[in-house]
């Protein structure tokens, strides 16, 4: 395992592309701006559904898959940056999944967006700054669409470059990952009480049926 | 969703590749899935 890496490493080293500087400083924290971002939001999510009482539909909860498939491809650019196995390869492969991931992701928003079009439609949960959640989901995608387009523009030259272990960057990277873990093994567990022993979401979820039927009701 | 944690996992701790890319491929079928499985009607919007 270990000649795979120094192997790999040594392939990467010969390999003459550009890294380290500038732009794998600022393409390398981007992402996590990425994954941070989708952390906020999701973490926000979480907000207007336990402290407003706002119980996400199917479609919501998709949208929160779209971007966790998503900030999983910037994962593993991060990840594979911090462990010096980070080719350009590799590193189109992330973005791929990025790309796809909030495709996904913006497919489940248009659709959400198109059911509430009609005028006089008053749309599904409050608005937040004029807009509904579904209508600013699909916005976050389309950022991350431009995001992905603009690091491939840069590829030849912004690889990331990961911080060398035991920095406090590289502490700051490890927060932030975990962060993102630890709100999509939230969402697991908010999906395991909204569904209870169903296998899918109700259409129009108003509590959480495990509790329900764990209560008899 | 415990798919999406268990990639997210996997990534963390520097799982082979391929089983990432695998995986991560099945979530997105999973969630086209899902998506076709909730929206059963078509909208009748005419401009």
Redesign the interface.
């Given at each position: 395992m270990a000649e795979v890496v120094i192997e790999e490493t040594r392939i990467i080293e010969e390999s003459g592309e550009p890294r380290g500087g500038v732009w794998g400083f600022i393409t390398y924290w981007g992402l996590h701006a990425w994954v941070l971002a989708y952390t906020v939001v999701m973490l926000s999510a979480f907000f207007i559904q336990f402290v407003k009482g706002e119980f996400p539909c199917p479609l919501c909860m998709l949208q929160r898959y779209g971007m966790i498939l998503a900030t999983c491809g910037a994962l593993f650019v991060i990840m594979q940056a911090r462990r010096g196995v980070l080719t350009t390869a590799r590193y189109a492969q992330g973005l791929g999944l990025g790309l796809i991931g909030v495709l996904a992701g913006a497919s489940v928003s248009v659709r959400q967006i198109e059911l509430h079009i009609l005028p006089g439609d008053p749309g599904y949960g409050e608005p937040f700054l004029r807009l509904h959640l579904y209508t600013w989901a699909f916005v976050t995608f389309a950022i991350v669409m431009i995001y992905v387009g603009l690091m491939l523009i840069l590829m030849p030259r912004g690889i990331p470059q990961a911080p060398p272990a035991g920095s406090t960057a590289r502490t700051v990277s490890t927060v932030i990952v975990w962060l993102f873990i630890g709100v999509v093994a939230a969402n697991v567990i908010a999906i395991i009480f909204l569904e209870g022993f169903a296998p899918v979401l109700p259409d129009d979820p108003s509590g959480y049926t495990l509790i329900d039927q764990i209560k008899g009701r | 969703?415990?798919l999406?944690?268990v990639?997210?996992?996997l990534?963390?701790r520097?799982a082979k590749?391929g089983l990432?890319?695998t995986l991560?491929f099945v979530?997105?079928v999973a969630?086209?899935g899902?998506?076709r499985?909730?929206?059963t009607s078509l909208?009748d919007?005419s401009f």
């Amino acid at each position: 395992m270990a000649e795979v890496v120094i192997e790999e490493t040594r392939i990467i080293e010969e390999s003459g592309e550009p890294r380290g500087g500038v732009w794998g400083f600022i393409t390398y924290w981007g992402l996590h701006a990425w994954v941070l971002a989708y952390t906020v939001v999701m973490l926000s999510a979480f907000f207007i559904q336990f402290v407003k009482g706002e119980f996400p539909c199917p479609l919501c909860m998709l949208q929160r898959y779209g971007m966790i498939l998503a900030t999983c491809g910037a994962l593993f650019v991060i990840m594979q940056a911090r462990r010096g196995v980070l080719t350009t390869a590799r590193y189109a492969q992330g973005l791929g999944l990025g790309l796809i991931g909030v495709l996904a992701g913006a497919s489940v928003s248009v659709r959400q967006i198109e059911l509430h079009i009609l005028p006089g439609d008053p749309g599904y949960g409050e608005p937040f700054l004029r807009l509904h959640l579904y209508t600013w989901a699909f916005v976050t995608f389309a950022i991350v669409m431009i995001y992905v387009g603009l690091m491939l523009i840069l590829m030849p030259r912004g690889i990331p470059q990961a911080p060398p272990a035991g920095s406090t960057a590289r502490t700051v990277s490890t927060v932030i990952v975990w962060l993102f873990i630890g709100v999509v093994a939230a969402n697991v567990i908010a999906i395991i009480f909204l569904e209870g022993f169903a296998p899918v979401l109700p259409d129009d979820p108003s509590g959480y049926t495990l509790i329900d039927q764990i209560k008899g009701r | 969703m415990i798919l999406l944690l268990v990639i997210a996992l996997l990534i963390w701790r520097g799982a082979k590749r391929g089983l990432i890319l695998t995986l991560w491929f099945v979530g997105v079928v999973a969630m086209i899935g899902l998506f076709r499985y909730h929206v059963t009607s078509l909208l009748d919007l005419s401009f």
